[in-house]
């Protein structure tokens, strides 16, 4: 397993700001993903960070609205743009540890007022 | 890409009888299932797995057999523990030949009553 340490664990925004989500592991991993759980439904995922190249992102999802960094082997931000409160979700950083299987941080809570 | 069912939605047990959630999934090149269980508060934790070469897996209380025939899977949860509460998700690769992206299904609420 890993240890995938978030951050913020919680915030209560602004319509119309950005805030920007940190994602630690404790050990180097060669893709991260970054995941939205809406308020009572399931996990959908919004894109796949490399490091050294753009991030893929998923079916309706686009860079401008969820740009992604990812500047080493060990960290990833997802930045969430021009909030509305549609975006209030829970984020999730999630690698894959070798043979297999995707571990996930404690996720961040996103209040949008 | 890949759709994954789950079923039930909510499922609620006595303490010390079994426990069944049932999973279909589309893809089937799918080779990787995953179930994970997700407390109030806190991000989904990963209970156990399994690839495509087994039919059955097993991990003490916890198993999860595996029909790709039939593409379902099912988590099975014996003598269950007020502690085993939580929303449990199944999930399966979202693109096919790679088991690092998932898709999960939309979740069971189990609740064991004491």
């Known amino acids: 397993s890993a240890v995938i340490s978030q951050k913020p664990s919680r915030d209560i925004c602004q319509r119309g700001t950005s805030l920007t989500i940190q994602c630690q592991v404790d050990s180097q991993v060669t893709m991260m993903f970054w995941y939205r759980q809406q308020p009572g439904q399931s996990l959908t995922l919004i894109a796949t960070a490399n490091q050294g190249s753009e991030a893929t992102y998923e079916s309706g999802f686009v860079i401008d609205k969820f740009p992604i960094s990812r500047p080493n082997l060990t960290f990833s931000t997802l930045t969430v743009s021009n909030m509305s409160p549609e975006d209030s979700s829970i984020y999730l950083c999630s690698v894959e540890i070798p043979p297999g299987g995707a571990f996930f941080g404690q996720g961040t809570r996103l209040t949008v007022v | 890409g890949e759709n994954v069912e789950q079923h039930p939605s909510t499922l609620s047990v006595q303490e010390g009888d079994s426990a069944v959630i049932k999973c279909t999934y589309s893809d089937s090149a799918s080779n990787y299932f995953p179930w994970y269980k997700q407390e109030l508060g806190k991000g989904p934790q990963l209970i156990i797995d399994i690839r495509s070469n087994v039919g059955e897996k097993k991990d003490q209380r916890i198993a999860v057999t595996l029909n790709k025939t039939a593409k379902h899977f099912s988590l099975h949860i014996t003598e269950t523990q007020p502690e085993d509460s939580a929303v449990y998700f199944c999930?399966?690769?979202?693109?096919?030949?790679?088991?690092?992206?998932?898709?999960f299904g939309s979740g069971t609420q189990l609740t064991v009553l004491p």
């Open positions: 999930a399966a690769p979202t693109h096919s030949g790679s088991a690092r992206q998932l898709t």
